[in-house]
């Protein structure tokens, strides 16, 4: 990255961080018995630091950081060493990232690591060796998260008995959404615990023959959405027929015995990750069960994209992924850079078409995040 | 707060002596343990009886009333933590939770969901479903090795698993296990008249309890290698001085696992301010070899957690480690 380049994030990012220092705990419970971690833009982590009050927070905001981090448990002691701080209880926290969501809408653009060729073939154009991709979020992704989102809660409340009430929802300020439950019984659940959370919601690990009953809530998993999931990818994936005759099966006795034959057959491995893929919930394993996790604060940047990590309500969701985009952009100002290569692609609820090596004027927040995923360079502010 | 009449009560307690009541009444009652001993109290045989019928299959202990059971509990707890033997404290553990499951399974919904409550577990019946909370699932099944408790295996409705009744008792068990567990665990000393009682056993059944079987084990190693990541820290820690309770709880762990008062003295040469009179002095104390004459056990977890000296690692949640003894069974099942 150019050195003006990261000079102009860092400018954004300080002037934001000087007028919303407050915000960055007003949404972390407790944030006092919290390991806060700040990374600098040279991607060191500094760790293991304790927040008092929010003019504490401010002095590390000085020199801005490019992600501010907090722990999901609360400590006796936040500074401590890892082993020595003394866990109290961690909040559950269920992380959505496009990256691991089968299946969503992404656009690619692609890099030859030998040449430096930028453009939208797998192939390079100069060297014919296969390119590297570089995935590219935009208003279309976030859509499909919200849909995996919006699964997840369902199966929140409906088998776990964790309402909306209990729950806030946070855009994470690029790829997806982190859904947090900060109450007790659940911030009580050990690691052990978590897994057994992990494993429903994924369907990991199961054995289709030791399924007892047709209400047993692996069976529930695949009823709730076969349907749903395979309107969506039906036609566009070679999947098995046993997969669609599963997933279209709306007898909970019949999918209970469609399901237990699985294990009789020889290609059970194949159809089991064919479920896994279609019904599975795809949240970050590691974020559920890992106790001593961090994770970017509420209302601070993004690193990649400099949008905000905001909360959004349900109706922010039912209005989509430009809305949610557009509701976390630091500025409405615009900026001029160098494409080298940019697919079309929908941000904010604006188009922008294919481009290359063209000097464009784009909004702050997606010139920003192309610079950062080296497809453009040379910020420039517009001012009138 | 239960209004039963006392006889009703003692009923409970003796059939669930770790029940809250069963707590209380035995609180109540201030038994003092040295003056069952001078009496000749004939609980003390029953007790014997009891530890010696886990050990020897030809032992019959004999029907107790309430009263009887309830004191025999607790002596009984005494004696297993006394002896230090984790094949004896598992027996004893499984006998009495499968003792509690009998009762149970003849047992009306209310005497299930009381004592479910006694344990800390919520539980509701829905005609001849028992509905428990999923957070206290997951909590329970962790002591089940079979693959068949996973939770996406069992029905579940907004935030309650449902079970059928033998299920549900299956749970309970694990529930009970882990009440007496932390009683036993937690108990601070051992009074004369017992370690006395389970001296006897000791030596009248010295090649049934030490001959290593399978599933049996010493109590621990000297290999400060393996110890638990607790004992390990204050270890490593004695030459930068340790408050008190970090001194008490290893010299105990080190008396335990098979050091003499002079290797424990040696260790404690490098401390700062090291004074041999003092230090040996303190040793003893702890050993029961002065002063009071009671051998003080090593502290359990939730104690040294407390202290300030729990760090646990893959071992103590693997096997839900809740003493610092188990740690050791636990390690050495590990790397088999």
Request: net charge neutral; charged share 30%; with cysteine.
């Amino acid at each position: 990255m150019l050195q003006s380049d990261l000079n102009y994030i860092k400018r954004v990012f300080k002037s934001y961080y000087y007028a919303n220092y407050q915000k960055l705990v007003k949404e972390v419970s407790e944030y006092q018995s919290r390991e806060w971690a700040f990374q600098t833009f040279d991607n060191l982590m500094v760790r293991h630091r304790s927040i008092t009050n929010p003019d504490e927070l401010k002095r590390y905001l000085e020199d801005p950081p490019k992600g501010v981090y907090y722990s999901l448990s609360l400590y006796e002691d936040p500074t401590a060493e890892m082993q020595e701080k003394g866990r109290v209880s961690t909040d559950l926290v269920f992380d959505l990232d496009a990256d691991h969501i089968y299946g969503v809408m992404s656009k690619k653009a692609y890099v030859c690591r030998k040449c430096g060729y930028i453009g939208s073939e797998r192939i390079c154009d100069n060297c014919s060796d296969d390119a590297s991709p570089i995935f590219i979020v935009d208003d279309l992704t976030i859509d499909d998260v919200i849909m995996e989102l919006k699964r997840l809660t369902d199966k929140l409340e409906n088998l776990l008995g964790i309402s909306s009430e209990e729950t806030k929802i946070f855009f994470s300020g690029l790829r997806g959404f982190h859904l947090h439950v900060e109450s007790p019984p659940y911030i009580n659940i050990d690691d052990l615990g978590r897994i057994e959370l992990k494993d429903l919601l994924t369907l990991e690990g199961v054995d289709f023959k030791k399924v007892r009953s047709p209400k047993a809530s692996i069976v529930y998993m695949v009823w709730r959405d076969g349907k749903k999931v395979l309107q969506k990818v039906g036609n566009k994936h070679s999947i098995p027929p046993l997969v669609k005759k599963i997933l279209s099966t709306h007898d909970l006795d019949e999918l209970s015995s469609l399901l237990k034959s699985v294990e009789v057959r020889n290609d059970k491995d194949e159809i089991k990750t064919w479920l896994r893929k279609l019904v599975g919930i795809h949240i970050d394993p590691a974020v559920l069960t890992d106790l001593s996790r961090l994770i970017r604060a509420p209302y601070s940047l993004h690193g990649k994209s400099s949008l905000i990590k905001n909360p959004v309500n349900m109706d922010d969701l039912e209005s989509g992924g430009s809305y949610v985009i557009d509701k976390s952009m630091v500025m409405r100002g615009r900026t001029e850079v160098l494409i080298k290569y940019m697919p079309d692609l929908i941000w904010a609820g604006k188009e922008y078409h294919e481009t290359y090596n063209e000097r464009v004027i784009l909004p702050e927040s997606l010139a920003i995040y192309l610079v950062n995923i080296n497809l453009a360079e040379d910020l420039k502010p517009v001012l009138f | 707060m239960n209004w039963d009449p006392i006889e009703e009560q003692f009923k409970w307690a003796g059939k669930y002596p770790y029940s809250v009541i069963g707590k209380k009444l035995f609180k109540e009652l201030g038994i003092s343990i040295d003056e069952l001993l001078e009496d000749k109290s004939p609980i003390l045989n029953v007790a014997y009886r009891e530890i010696a019928s886990l050990l020897d299959d030809d032992i019959i202990v004999p029907e107790t009333n309430e009263y009887v059971s309830l004191v025999k509990f607790y002596i009984s707890s005494m004696i297993v933590y006394a002896l230090g033997n984790t094949f004896l404290i598992n027996r004893f553990i499984e006998r009495e939770a499968s003792r509690a499951i009998d009762f149970l399974k003849r047992a009306s919904n209310d005497e299930i969901k009381r004592l479910s409550s006694d344990l800390g577990i919520d539980i509701a019946v829905d005609n001849d479903q028992y509905l428990i909370h999923f957070t206290d699932f997951v909590e329970l099944i962790k002591g089940l090795s079979h693959i068949h408790w996973k939770l996406y295996y069992f029905e579940l409705e907004k935030g309650y698993v449902k079970l059928t009744k033998r299920n549900m008792l299956r749970l309970l068990k694990e529930a009970i296990k882990e009440e007496i567990e932390n009683i036993i665990f937690n108990i601070e000393a051992i009074p004369d008249a017992i370690a006395e009682l389970a001296n006897k056993i000791r030596i009248d059944y010295k090649e049934k309890l030490f001959i290593p079987r399978k599933g049996q084990d010493k109590v621990g190693s000297k290999n400060p290698d393996e110890f638990p990541p607790c004992m390990l820290y204050l270890y490593n820690n004695i030459d930068k001085g340790l408050p008190h309770p970090g001194r008490f709880t290893i010299v105990a762990f080190l008396s335990n696992v098979g050091y003499s008062v002079e290797e424990i003295l040696d260790l404690f040469r490098v401390t700062p301010d090291f004074n041999e009179k003092i230090t040996r002095y303190q040793i003893e104390h702890i050993l029961g070899l002065r002063g009071g004459k009671i051998k003080y056990s090593t502290p359990s977890c939730r104690k040294i957690k407390s202290f300030g000296f729990c760090f646990p690692d893959k071992i103590c949640k693997q096997f839900r480690v809740r003493h610092p003894f188990q740690y050791l069974k636990g390690r050495r099942r590990a790397t088999k």
